[in-house]
């Protein structure tokens, strides 16, 4: 019987191991900021942050609205954020969006990217380029993330 029952226990612990999370997710999981884009002026852009281990993605929805329709993956596009505590600055890139409708946010991403346990990443001072309709649109965050830093 205490074989049984200490087997059971094993199973069950086993079983409670394997569904708890992981790594403890960032926080918060959503900021805004506010970017000085070249050709298409001031426009807030709100991040949103998802976190697998040290596997993250981040979708910015920006304030300003496309033209024409844009087809999905069809914006290349390099998010640099900068680790406060080091001033390491980290990338978020790739060729990833929904389809967007004239008159709609532009939408970038989700954004594949890397970070360590314990990084602060903020906006303030770094870059978002993205190319629109072949056209490559260069923007400097010029404000931090409110709430923020992103937290991993």
Partial sequence: MTATVTATTAVLLAGTVALAPGAAAVTPTQ??????CDLLGWTNGQLTATQ???????TIQ???????AVPWYSIPSTLVLDD????RPVYFA???????????????????????????????G???????????????????????????
Wanted: proline share 12%; with cysteine; charged share 10%.
């Fill in 94 to 124: 790739g060729t990833v969006n929904p389809p967007i409708s004239t008159g709609d946010p532009i939408v970038l991403g989700p954004l594949p990217g890397v970070v360590d346990p314990g990084e602060s990443l903020d906006a303030y």
């Fill in 84 to 87: 406060i505590n080091t001033g």
């Fill in 52 to 58: 697998t281990g040290s596997y993250v993605t981040i």
């Fill in 62 to 68: 920006l304030s300003v609205t496309a033209p024409l």
């Fill in 31 to 36: 900021a805004t900021t506010q970017y000085d």
């Fill in 126 to 152: 770094q870059e978002l380029t993205f190319q629109l309709y072949g056209i490559r649109i260069s923007c400097e965050a010029v404000s931090p993330l409110s709430p923020g830093p992103f937290t991993f």
